[in-house]
């Protein structure tokens, strides 16, 4: 059964986030620390009393509200999606699925240059946000993957594509090997490509330094990732209890996978925190990476991508092309990890273009 949702979190939980912030306990900070021991206190003071006295959360909610949001549940775990239909009623549908630390918010500027020629859903990940928490273990990316599937199917859609970035890539990628007689295309804006070891592949210069960079990414994984990948639940404590703590390892995300020619503004990225914090997610959003096995997804349908000049790592295609059938690739000079929110007219854009002219469907 799919239900009708509306967002409207107790006001008690809002008068409660103000009042942790207020009794925030502060670290100290060494001299001209800068970023060289992680989030600088300043900015973070800055951050938190925006997010006391001036972030208003109603308003963001009641806006968030025009949009058409829903329930289901499938396999056991409550499912939030919101489900925007096109004025083209013969139009194609596409998933859009957002990654960490993001949540639905991530599509809010690419609705409606999208949904000009596609029905759009766009879910929240099983232990994120309004989709969570969840209960049990198994919720990897193959099986959100197969969730989608049975919610496309519940929605009606006989035929499909599938968007993503992040952990989106990979459920997104993952939904085209779990049901490829339905699904027409995955494109993806975030597309790891490992080393291959006698690969006998010749590679440019830039794509050599993109795989060096990758090779220095996989020696020193990021102590977020690490922890997250293997005591989620023990991080998970700090950041349901602190909302500064759970402010500090949002932000830093934001501030250093962003292009700073295209920044998100600290009102966007407060209700994505706001919507972790209001939800309790943190742990249950952080499973994912545990649960979450490292390794490539196998896709048999065909693949677009786009690379974005300032994300994590920047794919590099002859060793995409061993893995996916790559119908379509295109390189921007800006633009960083959340490519939906700092440059939502060329992700549109480049979706529009993979989707109605290097594909083929019925």
Known sequence: MIEPFRIDVPQADLDDLVDRLSRTRWPDEVVDAGWDYGFPLA???ELAEHWRTGY????HEAELNRLPHFTTE????????VHVRSAKTDALALILTHGWPGSFLEFLDVIEPLSRDFHLVIPSIPGFGFSGPT???GWDIVRVARAWAELMRRL???RYGAQGGDFGSGISLALGAAAPERVVGVHVNYLPTRPVPDAGIELSETDQARLDKIRQLMANRPPYQALQATTPQTIGYALTDSPVGQLAWIAERFAQWTD????ISDERMLTGISLYWLTATAASSARLSRETPRGTAPCPVPVGVAVFAHDITQSVRPLAEQLYDIRHWSEFDRGGHFAAMEVPELLAEDVRDFFLNHIEYD
């Open 156 to 158: 009606g859609y006989e």
């Open 74 to 81: 499938i396999d056991g775990q409550n499912i939030h999606f």
């Open 56 to 59: 208003d959360w109603r308003a």
């Open 135 to 137: 209960r049990e273990r």
């Open 260 to 263: 700073p020619r295209s920044p």
């Open 43 to 45: 900015r973070l003071k």
